[in-house]
């Protein structure tokens, strides 16, 4: 079965400081490996996705993410944060095509502070 | 992007009526939608997979006869918490999938 891990619940970072999130996943074919962030009562923004390719996606925001199959991981970086940041963060894991489930991580929630 | 709008954004029923949520694709048609129930400070679970013109398929746990689902057209589909109980109380996510999933804005319920 497919899962997915993020470690850190609750991050806080200084405003201009660089961010990275943590992500695990565990699937049995090749994953197709996604971030959203939500803000406070609404619903999902795509960040970035990654299918194949070049390891190192680059998304929405000045976001980037590098699949690591090694180790398993797809790690969200950001070399500055801006307090617009600040939200909460899902890892996922699904199949190609969109028309497949996704499996959610558990959420890191960002706090910037000025 | 694709945007897809559910309605009502928020809504609050007495213990024991029915509540209907809609998700509409608006610009583009959805082969598949899916529904998810997110509890404060949680993350998203799915409920169920529906397919325009067949029934949908649920999760494991998720009772499908208190959680109707209905995916009439390419852009519609409907969930429908029958006899709402305090414990359906939450934030409810559907997405909308052309070859992506393209996600609502969500749906808080609150059963007194």
């Known amino acids: 079965a497919q899962s997915v891990t993020q470690p850190d619940i609750h991050i806080t970072v200084s405003e201009g400081a660089s961010l990275e999130l943590r992500c695990n996943y565990s699937y049995g074919a090749t994953p197709y490996l996604f971030w959203y962030v939500q803000s406070p009562g609404q619903g999902l923004q795509l960040l970035l996705k990654y299918f194949s390719g070049d390891t190192l996606v680059q998304g929405i925001k000045g976001f980037e993410a590098e699949f690591k199959r090694s180790q398993s991981s797809f790690n969200l970086r950001k070399p500055s944060v801006h307090w617009s940041d600040a939200a909460e963060y899902f890892c996922a894991v699904g199949a190609v095509g969109g028309n497949e489930k996704l499996t959610f991580g558990t959420g890191t929630r960002l706090t910037i502070i000025p | ?112």
């Open chain 2, 1 to 112: 992007g694709a945007v897809v709008s559910q309605h009502p954004s928020r809504v609050i029923c007495k213990s024991g009526t029915s509540v209907k949520i809609e998700c509409r694709s608006l610009d583009f048609q959805a082969t598949t939608m899916f529904w998810y129930r997110q509890f404060p400070k949680q993350s998203l679970m799915l409920m169920a997979t529906s397919n325009e013109g067949s029934k949908a398929t649920y999760e494991q746990g998720v009772e499908k006869d208190k959680f109707l689902i209905n995916h009439a057209s390419l852009t519609l589909s409907t969930l429908t918490v029958t006899s709402a109980h305090p414990e359906d109380s939450s934030f409810y996510i559907c997405s909308a999938s052309n070859n992506e999933q393209f996600f609502g804005p969500g749906t808080r319920l609150t059963v007194l």
